[in-house]
């Protein structure tokens, strides 16, 4: 593993779990602080401490929220998930306070940039939590992306970050960004729009693979850096897709993170993925149940970033947007 963050994973204490009270009793007197992440999947809180300038993990929770549900199609934040976000929500301003944490920065992406009634739910949240909630641009999304990443990897990199409504591209070298985009194309807004049939029919699928890559290629013209470089992926599909290919029944950082997965290995995933219905894949080891049904469309996101970019394999990181917010907004304002 990279010294340049194992540190910081040694040193975390919990994993998104719920402390106990023995957990408390040694965490509280300690100074937290939180990030949370309003996704298009997934709503993510990371407690952590600023221990000298380093980000030290303490714990990291995930609910799936699914913030996007029937936005790409109705342009509105569906009444159910913006229910199920706000009980999230709710639960992690409780855990948070059994560990003191000090102060928040709450962040929303692409569904929240996209849907037309998003300033109404920003009003619900502060009234009823007290919350703050800043929606972040794509390009400011990818760049904390970056800033997660370059905690761990110094060397010339292109990040990939497949998301519920978009995919973010960053290239840098030396811990700085050279060039950035995000295109709205996600594992959600995927789903959504191009597989029907449970499991999904080769048409359907056939479709959603030629139209990812058509709009990849065209975006992506002129951005992709000169080779060599590492290719490193971040967020839910690319941890998924390493879980499923090692048959971790628990998350694991320590083993997710610097994992890889070559070309070949995703193809044969693929393969297994379509094959299923979406009761099938829930109990595939390693897949978190509520990503069955997205899974497969984040699967065909990754392997059209292969086919662009003529990689062969990519490099796992378990520091993503979450952790770049953190180092962004409570570390390195204080250096």
């Known amino acids: 593993m990279d010294n340049k963050c194992e540190n910081n994973l040694k040193n975390r204490e919990l994993d998104g779990i719920t402390p106990n009270d023995n957990e408390i009793k040694e965490k509280v007197k300690k100074h937290h602080l939180a990030v949370i992440d309003i996704g298009t999947n997934s709503t993510r809180m990371l407690i952590f401490r600023n221990d000298q300038g380093k980000l030290v993990r303490v714990n990291k929770s ?11 199609q109705t342009g509105h934040l569906h009444p159910d998930a913006e229910k199920r976000n706000m009980e999230a929500l709710e639960e992690y301003k409780n855990i948070a306070a059994d560990y003191e944490v000090e102060e928040f920065y709450l962040f929303g992406t692409s569904a929240m940039r996209d849907a037309d009634n998003t300033e109404a739910y920003l009003d619900a949240v502060k009234e009823k939590l007290g919350f703050e909630i800043e929606v972040i641009s794509g390009e400011a999304e990818a ?3 970056f800033v997660g990443v370059s905690q761990c990897f ?3 990199i292109l990040i990939f970050d497949i998301g519920g409504g978009s995919t973010e591209f960053i290239y840098g070298e030396d811990n700085e960004i050279k060039r950035m985009m995000s295109i709205n194309l996600g594992c959600v807004r995927c789903t959504e729009e191009y597989l029907f049939t449970d499991p999904p029919t080769f048409q359907e699928l056939e479709r959603m693979n030629e139209n990812i890559y058509a709009e990849f290629e065209k975006r992506t013209n002129g951005f992709l850096p000169s080779k060599p470089y590492k290719l490193i992926g971040i967020g839910g599909t690319a941890t998924s897709l390493s879980t499923i290919k090692q048959e971790l029944k628990t998350y694991c950082s320590e083993m997710v993170h610097e994992s890889t997965i070559t070309k070949d290995e995703l ?12 009761k099938e894949r829930q109990n595939i080891v390693g897949l978190e149940a509520k990503r069955a049904d997205i899974i497969l469309a984040g699967a065909f996101l990754l392997l059209n970033i292969f086919k662009i970019t003529g990689e062969t394999v990519f490099t796992v990181c378990d520091y993503d947007n ?8 409570f570390v390195m304002k204080n250096e």
């Open 267 to 278: 193809e044969r995933m693929i393969d297994s993925l379509a094959s299923k219905t979406i």
């Open 322 to 329: 979450l952790e770049g917010a953190a180092y962004r907004r």
């Open 62 to 72: 995930v609910r799936y929220t699914r913030m996007g549900q029937g936005v790409n």
């Open 154 to 156: 110094e060397e010339k």
């Open 143 to 145: 760049e904390l992306g």
